[in-house]
């Protein structure tokens, strides 16, 4: 699976961004699609995950209530809205694919959940 990560750009604190990670090669309606950020000199993240055949969504504590994560079967694509930015959610933002079928829930809040890895977009928050 492909996966083209895009809408990232530089904004101000409390601003709006809406991310969108589109595939191709194969349908990603199976199983689930992650997003995760990498700030400079930092690991990488997880930030939100769509589990498809359930409906259910994952978030980490540190952007509920703040960001959705969101699909779009028919156009093989995974949304991530982000409101009320702030300079903290500044990074490098990267869409995944699992298209293995995980079994155990936690291992999608961490990159080992995931196979398949976009190239990134940069998202930056200016105070």
């Known amino acids: 699976v492909q996966l083209q990560a895009s809408g990232g750009g530089l904004v101000q604190a409390g601003d709006s961004l809406r991310l969108s990670c589109a595939t191709s090669?194969?349908?990603?309606?199976?199983?689930?699609t992650g997003w995760f950020r990498q700030a400079p000199g930092k690991e990488r993240e997880f930030v939100a995950a769509?589990?498809?055949?359930?409906?259910?969504?994952l978030y980490a504590d540190s952007v509920k209530g703040r960001f959705t994560i969101s699909s779009d079967s028919a156009k093989n694509t995974v949304y991530l809205q982000m409101n009320s930015l702030n300079p903290e959610d500044t990074a490098v933002y990267y869409c995944a694919a699992d298209t293995k079928g995980r079994t155990i829930l936690s291992v999608y809040y961490t990159p080992q959940g995931y196979n398949d890895w976009g190239q990134g977009t940069l998202v930056t928050v200016s105070s």
């Open positions: 090669g194969r349908t990603i309606s199976a199983y689930a």
């Open positions: 769509v589990r498809r055949r359930l409906g259910s969504a």
